[in-house]
Structure formats: structure tokens, C-alpha cells
């Protein structure tokens, strides 16, 4: 039996042995998936306290429910480690690492570098390897594929199979999750798209199958640009209508009985996260590559980075309506999570602007039932308990995040002054200054 | 009784008399939709040809079926004049007027300020008036509502009441129509937004109310500009797809598969018609009176702007590879229609290729099963009979607009050489070259 027919094989008998490299909020839940699906996962990570914990069964990913990370750890089907060598022992590579920006907003390739030069030197032939991480265009053919021949010694689509699979993971959302949302999958070869469906097949109810790597790769970014556009066209029109007395969380709401060619976007502080405001700058810099300008994504990417700085001046101009200066004012931010009810800061456009309001010398608090402690500019906080006397006491009130469990009608009454930037309050007046 | 309980009165017998201002794509079903609800309807154009048409039952809007108007005009429920003065018979008036830009994008106001002089001369008190015309925000409040008052000599919500309702009319549209898209109104009083609602409820089967004209104005400008900024995105994204060697179609039907967060759009040869182009830089304009810059339609536009450029060089190229140059060859447009199954060239894209390729002294010839003839240049051309002898003496076929009756097959199979810019092929290889 040659390379393919073995995998083949082992795949028909539930056999094969999967390898997920990143247990972040990518990774974790797709290791779950395959080992509910009967198959035995190994999870590697570099954290040694990611490790530990899901050894445990310690869940620290909010959208994996506990019961079932104690399952699959508990029946042997998922162990996790940071020995590397194992790869070996692996039929099937999923690599689900960070590409962040570098601080020039360059793609961070490292990982997925680190990662390819790992594989290379402890996998075994016969391998099927798939990326999951948004890259640029490209990224699997020209970037990995040199790298893992290299440092294997083996042909590619002749000793292992390459494929791009991005994942569409949603933190927070309640409908779609990793099994019920359809994947895309582009591979190099016939025979490893063959390979990659049967064994994805496992663990998504639905795959899309497209013509190459690159292709797939694409398809991320155009999904995550499409956002940063959108939420950027939304907060330059806001910003407009403000200017013009008009209220845009009504203009969009009234927007919305379209039914059809219209999809609603909210305006913001700015982008947060690990994708919509990082992904589209990949495609900007393979572009230029091919001596292309992206325009579109430019000017959002420009509107973006300049939200934080407008939401400042909000703020400011909010104070002064009550006789007051940044400097020397309590001003207490409600959400600092880059989104609704989620556990993480990354990214989040509430940060910036705390780091702006703190230049400024205003007195910072916040208060996230999500985030109980926050550093930033080289400064820890804690998340304050909301009560009166917190709200009374702030000269300001800063809604950045929209959590569900806020008491809004609470935090009105309490509060001498409110700038809500997520129209979390549904008021505007003397007492709330809304985006 | 005041002029509100009359006109209140009138409503509720089914008594007032509707006036539609403007008989084309919007006006006329607007006025065909009141006389099925059983009122009087007067339609004012200033076209003799039109409202002749209209009285003798001759329907020129293919959205509207010519049994429903033959219905409603043997019924004598709707007439058309071209006799401004019988505005004093109307209760209410509904303005349709076009919004165009002039030679140099800026918004051509003079259909809607002539539009309210006449009203305001021939108006009689107690009239409930609606733009229905894509504008931008105010121009119902700082624009019209002068005019009328001055022209009138009446008090705007005392002796009259004006509100601003967007006609939401998108051509070709199977499912929806004017009856039962949802329409948004803005009135500047209470008293117009009651009256107004109670009118428009007749023909309309939804509506959603907002607080003012200004915010319903913008509602408008968002839905076009959501769409103007997102197709650009798309040809943007097409373009730089064609350099990286990638399928831009095939790239969206993977990411349509996202059952979250994503709508598709598609790119083409530049964007036609009367809104998608237009109305975005109605709020450019407004919005220099506010000192903003709207960098993301600023961004569209020019994207957009230069799509027929691209295009020409995409036929340049694709008679290149068969050593022929654009000067002296027959290249024969399919589809000049800004859109599928519609019968309307207006700010059509194919026109500005046509135009291009006619001053590289290109031999131009065209079909369209929906426009018989075609004046651009200053010549005049008539559509051509689809016969294999024509497809195979033209040097290239240039697909402009996918119309669904076109048989594609036929037209690969007959043809040397094509350029889809419309994906109509769903094909690429040495023959088709596609967008």
C-alpha cells in the first residue's frame, strides 16, 4: 500500500490519529470535535498551563461546554502536551496558531514558521497537514511548503498532503459553533483534498471544497474584510451624523425593514478582536506584492485606527458640557471585552482609549463581570463592584461594551454623566451623550 | 373642522384624492398601487408621451402588470395629466421626481425645487406632501419646505404637512415590490406623521416611522451607499484576484457558505443604474457643509469610476493574446442593461466601455433582447440577431449583462474569443477570459 492508501485506510477504521498545534479558541474546540467523533487527539501547545488545565479537564474556553472537555479528557480520546516530538505519532496535522500583526502592522509569520519547522522535523510520511489560521494569499504553497520539505526531506503531495482549512470561529455565538459551521477546504492535490474531506468530514457537518489553497485563503479574508469595511463605513456615516443632529442607531434600524440587499452594522469605539481589525492588513501586504493598492481597505483601516481618538474627544466634550476636565476627572469604562459578553480584551478599542483618557490624566476605573483584571500601559486594574456610590462618585460614564447582564435602567439613574458608545442606554439627552 | 380633521375625515371615507408627481419607475406604481386601494389617483408628468400611454391603458414599466393598469385606468381610479393646475384637486402629493448628478457629481436639484414651486402654486390648503426622490439629509426641511411656503404663501404644519418617504423600488425585483416592501417615513410634525402613516397604509403593507425627515433621508443614502461601497469592495478584491491568479467567483461562493456575518456581492464592469451610483454622493455633497470627508465612499467611487477603464484593458488584453489590437475589430457587446432582465441602460457600464473602445476605433455592435436600440457617442446603434455568423465574425464577445434568456452555451460554442465580466460563462480558459 502506498502513502495515500494507508491513510485511506486508517481513516475508514476510525484510526487515525489527530494532531492540533494551538489550543487557543481555534484549536481547543476542534480538538474536542474530533475526539467527540471518536477519534483519539493529541493537542499540542507550547503553554504548559493551557496543557495542564485540559489534562485536568479545566476548561478555559468559554464556548466548550465543561462536561464535555471532562469527557473526552476522561475517556483518554484528547490529551494535550507540549512535547512536540509526538508529531510522530500523528496521521493528521491541524495547525491552528496566531498570525497577529507585527507593531508596523506587517504580518507575524513566526508561528506558522515555527510551526511548519516543528512538523518538518518530527512528522512521519503520510501525513496530512491543513492550516486553520487567517494568512495572506499564498501563505500554504509559497511560504509553508518550502519550509516543510525542507526541514522533512519530504515531497510534498507525494509523502504528505498540504491544505488550507480557515476557521470561522465565532466566540460567543450561541447558533453557529466549530461542528455546525460549514468549513472551507482547498489542497494542493486531488488526493489531499480527497484525504482532508474524509477526515474534516468527522468532525463539521458541512465542507465546501475549493479549487486551491489560495482560494481558500481568500475566502477568509474576503468574510473578515467585508466587516472591517462595513462596521467602518458605519462609523464614518455615524460620526457624520452626529454632526448633523442625526440619530444612526435609528437611521439603522429603519434601514433594516429593507428585506432585501441590506445587512445592518453597528457603529463603535473602533474594531476589537483577533480577525476583522488584523486580517484585512494581510491582504494589503501580499497585494502590494503584485504592485496593488487597496483602497477600500485602507480607508477602513484608516477610520478604524482613528475611532479610539473621536471616542476621546467625545468624551472630553462630554465633561466639558458639565463645566469639566479630562484631567483630574473619575471616569469608570462599563466593558472593556472586545465584544459582548466574552471574556477577552484583545484588540479591544476600550483599551485605547483608557490609554488616551490616561494621558490625559483622568482617573480610570472599570468594571467587566468578564475581565477581572486589565493591564494596561503598565498599569494593572481591577474590575470595580457597581454599585451607587461608584456611579455617583464618576464624573463619567463610558459604556464601551455592551454586555447582556449591565442593568442599564440602574446604571442611568446612578450616573451623573453617560457617554454610551454601543447605544446600550436607547436614550440620548442632557445625562447620556450617545455616538 | 380644521384642516387636519377634514383631511382626517376624507381618509377614513377612502375620500382623498392622491397626486403622484413624476410618472416613471417609481411614480407609476405608486399611483397604480393607490387606485387598486380604491382611491383617486391624478399622476402629473410633464411628458405628453407618458401620460398619453397611461390613459389609453399602455404600460411602459415592466414591474407592473398591463392587466393592472388597463384595470385601474378603465375604472377612471387613476388619471394622468400633464396639467399642473389640477394639484389643487390632490389631498395629498407624492413627489417622484429623478434625483440626477450633474456634469460634475453634484446633486441636480432643480426636478425637486420646480417640483414644490408648482406645488406651492397650485397646492390648496390642507395637502399632506412627500418626496419620495433619494436626496440627502434636509432636503426636505431647509430645501423644500422654504419653496413651498414661499410659493404658497401657507405655514408648513399648519396649513400643510410634509414628510419625506424613500421610494424603495428596485426594478427586475420578482418578490418584492412597492406593496409589500416596507417603507420608512419621516415627517417633520406629528400631525404629517399621522396623516401621512394612515395614507400610505392604504397602498403600502408595512411601514416603519421614524423621527424626523432628515433621519428617513439617511436611511436612503445608507442602503445605497452600503451597496455602492461593498460592490467596489468586490472589484477591488476582483482585481487584485486576477493579478494573484485567483477566481474571484469562486471565492465568493465559498464564503457564501458563512452562515453569519456575510453577504455576497459581485463584482462586474462598473456600477449602473439610477441609485448605487448617485445617491452616495448626494451625503458627499451635504457632507462638505458639515467639514467631513467620507473617505469610504470617497474610496468606492473612485473604484467604481474606473472599473470601465479596466474592463477596456481586459478586452485590449484578451484580443492581444490573439494578436489582434482593439483599432479594427469587431467586438459585439451582450447585454447593455445596467442589470440583468431589465430594460434600462441608464448609467449603464457597458456604455462607458462601448465608448472607450470607440475611441480606440473599435467595431462596435451589440445585443440586448431588452433595449432595441442604443445612442451613445452621438451614433446611434440597433441590437443585433444572435446567429452563429454573427458570434463567429466578431473578433471578441464582451459580456456586459448577464441576462438570464441569453444561451450561453450557444454563444461559447460560436464564439473565437470572450470576455466575461460577468461570470455569465462560469468558465476560463484560452476562449473565455473572465473577470
Not at 157 to 177: C, I, K, M, Q
Not at 303 to 311: A, D, E, G
Amino acid at each position: 500500500m502506498n502513502y495515500k492508501e494507508i491513510l485511506l485506510d486508517k481513516i475508514s477504521q476510525n484510526m487515525e490519529v489527530i494532531g492540533i498545534i494551538g489550543l487557543g479558541y481555534v484549536g481547543l474546540p476542534l480538538a474536542v470535535g474530533f475526539a467527540q467523533a471518536g477519534l483519539k487527539v493529541i493537542g499540542f501547545d507550547k503553554s504548559t498551563d493551557k496543557v495542564n488545565k485540559i489534562n485536568q479537564g479545566d476548561n478555559y474556553i468559554k464556548d466548550i461546554r465543561d462536561a464535555v472537555l471532562r469527557e473526552v479528557v476522561d475517556s483518554i480520546k484528547l490529551t494535550t502536551t507540549t512535547d512536540f516530538t509526538r508529531i510522530k505519532e500523528c496521521d493528521a496535522l491541524l495547525i491552528c496558531v496566531p498570525t497577529p500583526l507585527d507593531k508596523f502592522r506587517k504580518p507575524e509569520m513566526s508561528y506558522i514558521e515555527s510551526a511548519c519547522k516543528t512538523i518538518g522535523q518530527h512528522m512521519k510520511a503520510g501525513t496530512f497537514i491543513s492550516l486553520e489560521s487567517t494568512t495572506y494569499p499564498t501563505t500554504t504553497e509559497e511560504l509553508m511548503l518550502p519550509i516543510i520539505e525542507k526541514t522533512s526531506g519530504l515531497k510534498s503531495e507525494v509523502d504528505f498532503w498540504l491544505a488550507y482549512s480557515p476557521e470561522r470561529v465565532d466566540p460567543g455565538n450561541v447558533t453557529f459553533h466549530t461542528k455546525n459551521t460549514p468549513k472551507v477546504l482547498g489542497a494542493i492535490s486531488k488526493e489531499g483534498l480527497e484525504i482532508g474531506e474524509k477526515i474534516y468530514s468527522k468532525a463539521i457537518d458541512k465542507l465546501h471544497l475549493v479549487s486551491s489553497p489560495k482560494v481558500a485563503e481568500m475566502v477568509k479574508i474576503l468574510e473578515n474584510t467585508y466587516r472591517l469595511v462595513n462596521i467602518s463605513l458605519i462609523n464614518e456615516l455615524a460620526l457624520l451624523s452626529g454632526k448633523m443632529g442625526i440619530d444612526i442607531w435609528e437611521v439603522i434600524e429603519a434601514a433594516k425593514t429593507k428585506p432585501f440587499g441590506f445587512q445592518a452594522f453597528y457603529p463603535g469605539p473602533g474594531i476589537g478582536g483577533h480577525c476583522i481589525p488584523l486580517d484585512p492588513f494581510y491582504l494589503e501586504h501580499i497585494a502590494k506584492k503584485y504592485d496593488f493598492d487597496l483602497s477600500m481597505i485602507h480607508a477602513a483601516g484608516h477610520i478604524n485606527m482613528r475611532m479610539p481618538n473621536y471616542m476621546t474627544n467625545k468624551i472630553t466634550s462630554a465633561l466639558n458640557s458639565h463645566k469639566k476636565s479630562v484631567n483630574g476627572s473619575n471616569i469608570l469604562f462599563l466593558g472593556v471585552a472586545y465584544k459582548p459578553n466574552i471574556d477577552d480584551a484583545r484588540e479591544s478599542p476600550a483599551l485605547q482609549i483608557i490609554d488616551l483618557i490616561l494621558k490625559k490624566n483622568g482617573q480610570v476605573t472599570y468594571h467587566d463581570p468578564y475581565i477581572p483584571t486589565l493591564t494596561t500601559a503598565g498599569k494593572t486594574y481591577h474590575s470595580v463592584h457597581l454599585t451607587s456610590e461608584v456611579l455617583q462618585e464618576a464624573d463619567c460614564i463610558v459604556i464601551t461594551t455592551n454586555h447582556a447582564d449591565f442593568d442599564i435602567d440602574f446604571i442611568v439613574k446612578e450616573s451623573n454623566l453617560i457617554v454610551d458608545l454601543r447605544n446600550a442606554t436607547q436614550r440620548r439627552g442632557n445625562k447620556v451623550h450617545k455616538l
